[in-house]
């Protein structure tokens, strides 16, 4: 958005540049994009159409080698040079030349004479056609009788030995079983260490019979020859063979080496191949390279009734085959770099020129804007610039003269009369619309400074009367604020009484509640003294019991005292009349008489004791049940003391609850004389200023009253009528 904004916003002259370019290159490249693509597409269609042309020429090349060999196998197999010469060869076989299992003796001077005699025919024959080696090879057991390069091959059994299993002893196997033509692949042939292909094919006597079996040597160099020879492919292109083995059947260009058995290729194209399929398309070669690919299989199992087949290979790199598009892409580049340039420097000089007048006419706009309407425009042309210019200076014109009505207006014209130009001349409209609404406004200004004026005066007088006020107003505000103050002094005082009666009144309720407590305390203690009372009288009824009956046991002693004592007195009478014989009984009598006077004697303390437990007891069951009586009373005024106590404690709490209202309403009160006395402060000082304000007001007016004469003498400047 910005860099549209950013566009828009340049010169015209920028603008008609970019756009010229726009128009001129567009379709360039519109052009050449399509040109491009087109011609791209026909060259490649071209090159794959070249590729394709030399795909199958070579395949027809190959093929045609091949049947052309088959054909020479065949003419030569039916000649009667090779039927004499494989029957002189039969003769020395069958004659001790070689045994079914041994090898055939190709030493013998007898087998030199038979080779020297047929090998001239089958020599020119090899040289004439092409060939690279003619075979004899023995129907019955598989000898090798004759080659014409004699090299070590000849003599070997194909039939046993270590050669058994070699492509030559798979051809005889076939034609025999066969008796047809057999091709074989190429493959490593052991007794020489070539790479070799054979075409075998059967040779039948003038009977029928089958007595031989003749093979051909197709070498590498003869297919290399077909598919080395590159023309119309460039400096990259290529043609080679690929097994369905995937390993080449002919040298490529690009090794020094040779690739025949030894380089895999698993390109795509083989993979098409190997499904019996043709085709062209670009992939990556076995040198990882962009490259042009045809394809085909040769069809040699259905020409020829083989167990293999090649895949032909048609290659060229695509940078040369496609470089043809890359020079056309350049050259409509270029091309398009020069109409561009032509055009960018036409459209400078074109927009120089169409803008000059413009820039010009800017120029004047800006001083137009600025207010300076002292240039004149000199621009004369016959076009619609020419126009613009003549409307640039009819506009100024009317500037010039709305100026001039401007100046007349400032100077307090107002008589002028302003005519639009046209019903659409909103200035000229603006114009004469103002110069009425100031003739009517000022018309009003003059009326409204008449009535600030004579306002002013009674403002004046107004402000004085409220300057007097104000004063008196002040005096009274002082008078006020001091008996607030003096008032503020007895709140304080009241307030500090309230605080000490209210603190008084907590401590007497503390005390009203302690009373309470301790009356609480003494109504329990007395409560427990009563229980006392009532158990020691209980404890004295039992020893006033307890004290009689030992008065009685005491009066039962006292008698069996009195009574041993009497029969003491009989016992010692009755010794002393026994004499003698009595005196121990006398003795114990006189005992007897004494314990009963020791006992009579205790019983008369007993008694004694007795008499005054007894008298105790009395005076302690008097006592108690005085006791017991003031201990009632004591309860009784007990219980009254409590009532007044609570009464009192429910007073003094009154009275403590209402102190503390009185202290809270004292101490409201000094807050409200605070917030009175600030009051009175703030009115005080609203006084003052109003004192100031009336003083300042006084003076406003009296400038008012002077701006409002010089509004008059300004006023009487304007011509209305």
């Not at 001129?24 to 597409?41: A, D, K, V």
């Not at 054909?71 to 039916?78: H, M, N, Y």
């Not at 610039?385 to 400032?410: P, V, W, Y």
């Not at 010692?572 to 026994?578: F, G, L, P, V």
């Amino acid at each position: 958005m910005s860099v549209k904004k950013n566009f828009f916003a340049r010169s015209i002259s920028t603008k008609l540049i970019a756009l010229f370019l726009a128009i001129s290159i567009i379709p360039i490249l519109i052009i050449g994009i399509l040109s491009n693509n087109r011609s791209g597409n026909a060259i490649e269609d071209e090159v794959f159409n070249k590729l394709s042309s030399v795909g199958s020429l070579k395949q027809e090349q190959v093929v045609s080698f091949l049947e052309r060999k088959l054909r020479d196998i065949d003419v030569l197999a039916k000649s009667q040079n090779t039927l004499n010469a494989f029957s002189k060869l039969k003769e020395y076989h069958d004659t001790g030349g070689a045994t079914p299992e041994g090898p055939f003796n190709a030493a013998s001077d007898r087998f030199r004479t038979v080779y020297d005699e047929i090998n001239p025919y089958f020599k020119n024959y090899v040289e004439a056609y092409g060939f690279d080696d003619v075979y004899f090879i023995c129907a019955a057991h598989g000898h090798v009788m004759y080659t014409v390069s004699g090299k070590a091959d000849l003599g070997i059994n194909l039939s046993t030995g270590m050669y058994k299993h070699i492509g030559l002893a798979k051809l005889w196997q076939d034609v025999v079983r066969t008796q047809k033509h057999v091709f074989i692949d190429f493959n490593n042939h052991e007794p020489t260490g070539a790479n070799a292909a054979f075409i075998g094919t059967p040779v039948f006597d003038t009977s029928g019979n089958l007595i031989a079996v003749m093979a051909l040597q197709i070498s590498t160099l003869r297919i290399n020859g077909i598919m080395i020879e590159n023309t119309g492919l460039g400096e990259t292109g290529e043609t080679y063979l690929v097994g369905y083995d995937n390993l080449m059947r002919s040298d490529s260009r690009f090794e020094t080496e040779t690739t025949i058995l030894k380089k895999k290729i698993d390109s795509e194209s083989v993979t098409l191949g190997k499904l019996n399929k043709s085709g062209i398309h670009i992939i990556k070669d076995y040198r990882d390279i962009n490259v042009l690919s045809y394809y085909s299989d040769l069809g040699l199992e259905e020409k020829f009734g083989v167990d293999f087949d090649w895949i032909l290979m048609a290659e060229i790199d695509e940078a040369e085959a496609l470089s043809p598009i890359k020079t056309l892409r350049n050259q409509i580049l270029l091309i398009g770099l020069i109409i561009a340039a032509i055009v960018a420097i036409l459209a400078f000089l074109f927009a120089r020129y169409f803008t000059k007048p413009i820039i010009q006419l800017t120029g004047f706009s800006k001083l137009f804007a600025l207010g300076d309407l002292s240039s004149d425009i000199s621009i004369n042309q016959a076009d619609e610039i020419g126009e613009l210019a003549d409307s640039f200076k009819l506009m100024q014109k009317n500037l010039r003269e709305k100026a001039t009505i401007a100046n007349q207006i400032a100077g307090g014209n107002m008589t002028i009369d302003v005519k639009p130009l046209s019903e659409n001349d909103t200035m000229g409209i603006a114009f004469a619309s103002m110069v009425d609404n100031l003739r009517s406004q000022i018309t009003g200004i003059n009326n409204g400074v008449n009535v600030i004026s004579s306002s002013a005066s009674e403002i004046m007088a107004t402000i004085a009367q409220l300057a007097s006020g104000a004063a008196e107003t002040a005096t009274s505000i002082s008078e006020t604020t001091s008996t607030i103050a003096e008032v503020k002094q007895t709140a304080e005082v009241s307030n500090q009484k309230a605080t000490n009666v209210s603190e008084s009144s907590q401590l007497n309720r503390q005390a009203s509640l302690r009373g309470t407590k301790s009356i609480a305390d003494t109504v329990k203690g007395m409560n427990r003294i009563k229980e006392q009372m009532l158990s020691i009288a209980d404890i004295v009824v039992r020893l006033s019991s307890h004290s009689k009956l030992i008065g009685e046991i005491s009066n039962t002693v006292s008698d069996i005292a009195e009574q041993s004592n009497l029969l003491a007195v009989n016992a010692s009478i009755e010794a002393a009349k026994a004499g003698d014989q009595g005196k121990g009984f006398g003795v114990v009598a006189q005992e007897i008489k004494n314990l009963a006077e020791r006992s009579k004697e205790s019983t008369r303390q007993i008694q004694n004791i007795v008499g005054d437990i007894q008298k105790s007891i009395n005076s302690t069951v008097m006592a108690t049940e005085l006791g017991e009586k003031a201990v009632n009373e004591g309860l009784e005024l007990t219980a009254i003391a409590d009532e007044v106590i609570k009464t009192l404690a429910f007073s003094v709490n009154e009275a403590a609850q209402a102190s503390i209202q009185i202290a809270s309403s004292s101490q409201q009160q000094l807050i409200g004389m605070d917030q009175i006395n600030a009051a009175m402060e703030n009115i005080k000082e609203a006084s003052i200023q109003t004192a100031t304000s009336t003083k300042q007001s006084e003076g406003a007016v009296t400038d008012l009253h002077k701006l409002g004469e010089k509004l008059q003498e300004i006023l009487k400047r304007y011509k209305l009528s």
